[in-house]
């Protein structure tokens, strides 16, 4: 049985997962800019051991999926902007030290990448890019069963590819990026822009409901995200033609809004690829997708 750990900007959530990826027992506690690492390993801990405990099954692995930048290889955190007490710590040795099994660390990105591939969605294809769209946008990249690195165990920046470099900047330092442009925030920013007395375009998710609800300037943000959004994936397809792509994240759940014109966009710009080849599918493992992310960092890992 392999413990599962999500760390997110809001919350810590903690399972167990059996090894076809079924969450058997999950635990939650919040998280925040304030909370310190010390009380935060001590509050993972506890719950895996309550859990291990109360479910009278032994937990043989913890298997980690991290908000932020992430050392997969060392366990180290990086520079995590929403837990900055926790950077530079080492979940991977700590845990190791406490359970005494093996431990593995991802980016929540590339976790949510593997479980997809190996338990979701995905299953049975040879090439997967996993695209998550929320707060931000990231993504992984799974080949062969394989998750895909740059040099020095480099997590693949999809979020960060230039769109439009007249668009507005980006953390990275660019303009015009995926993310600067097609995130949530830059969709309600956007809407509020357009109509700034009113304050009814505060979220990506009430511009997709006004926009349900033909709401016209609701509607104008949806289009403009939909065409941003299929522009970043049509360039994934130019530049890896996948069997699939998985779309995840918050905005993902109003996808419907978005995939005719995410289709157009692709069938525009990818003729000299064989685009219609790659399925565009809807992430499948539900709520618990972050944990069962988790704990297929320890298979992908250390399992067969
Ligand atoms: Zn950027």
Known sequence: MVGAVDIGGTK??????????????????????????????????????????????EITGIGIGSTGPVDPLTGELGEVDFLPHWRQRNPVQDLDKLFGVKVALENDADAGALAEAAWGAGRDKTRLIYITVGTGIGGGIILDGTLYRGVGGAHPELGHQVIDP??????????????????????SAWAQSQSPADDSYRTAEQICQMAREADPLARRAVEREARYLGLGIANLINLFTPDIIVLAGSLMKSAPLFLDEIRATIVRGCR?????????????????????????????????
């Open 166 to 187: 007249s668009g507005p900047p980006c953390s990275c330092g660019f303009e015009g990026c995926w993310e600067a442009l097609a995130a949530g925030p830059a969709m």
């Open 12 to 57: 810590l959530a903690v399972g167990l997962v059996n090894e076809d990826g079924k969450v058997l027992a999950r635990r939650e506690a919040p998280t925040g800019p304030e909370s310190t690492y010390s009380a935060g390993l001590e509050s993972i801990a506890g719950m895996l051991g309550e859990m291990s405990k109360s479910s009278g099954v």
């Open 272 to 304: 000299f690829v064989p685009h219609e080849k790659t399925e565009l599918a809807l992430a499948s493992l539900g709520d618990d997708a972050n944990l069962i992310g988790a704990a297929r960092v320890w298979h992908h890992r250390f399992g067969p």
